[in-house]
């Protein structure tokens, strides 16, 4: 169910019907109410299941990549989790107690796993000084929406090669 759940919120958003959910995930209605009570239930879970999908990623990418690369993927990947989340900045700002410990789980899963990269980065001498996991988190926010053009890509990439220590 979430995963039917995340892909309709990323391609339509977060209002989209229950009941097309279920349907994607193949089970009645009454299933996913019974799983997920309520809207905010089902949107926190998408949400909980992808902050920490997108911080467990540093673990591979730290292995198979170099450490400018990791870095640099990781934040494209990170940049790609926020142009999914079309009307999850309403909800979340709603008010609903079922959103209330996500911005801490957020906290909590992202900035360590970003802060390891960033130190892996900063030994091997490849990323200027001064950075802090932040400072990179606010700034692909702000340059990345779900309602992106394509501009917020490309000024990705001009921050990725900003980075660089050269």
């Known amino acids: 169910m979430i995963d039917a759940a995340r892909a ?24 996913l109410y019974r799983r997920f009570p309520t809207r ?8 909980r299941q992808e902050i920490d999908a997108c911080a467990a990623a540093t673990e591979d990418l730290a292995a198979t990549h170099s450490p400018f690369e ?7 990947r990170f940049a ?3 142009a999914t989340k079309r009307g999850f900045s309403a909800a979340l700002h709603s008010g609903d107690p079922a959103y209330a410990g996500l911005p801490r789980h ?8 970003l ?30 929406s779900p309602q992106d053009t394509g501009l917020g890509e490309r000024m990705l990439e001009v921050l990725i090669d900003g980075l660089r220590a050269d």
């Open 40 to 47: 905010a239930d089902l949107i926190a879970a998408v949400f």
């Open 8 to 31: 309709l919120f990323a391609a339509e958003g977060v209002d989209v019907p229950n009941r097309s959910i279920a349907n994607a995930a193949g089970v009645g209605i009454g299933t």
């Open 80 to 82: 790609a989790f926020i």
């Open 106 to 113: 957020f906290e909590d899963r992202f900035y360590p796993a």
């Open 115 to 144: 802060d390891g990269l960033l130190k892996t980065a900063r030994e091997a001498g490849v990323i200027r000084d001064g950075l802090t996991a932040d400072d990179l988190v606010k700034t692909v926010a702000r340059l990345v």
């Open 70 to 76: 990791a870095l640099a993927e990781w934040l494209r």
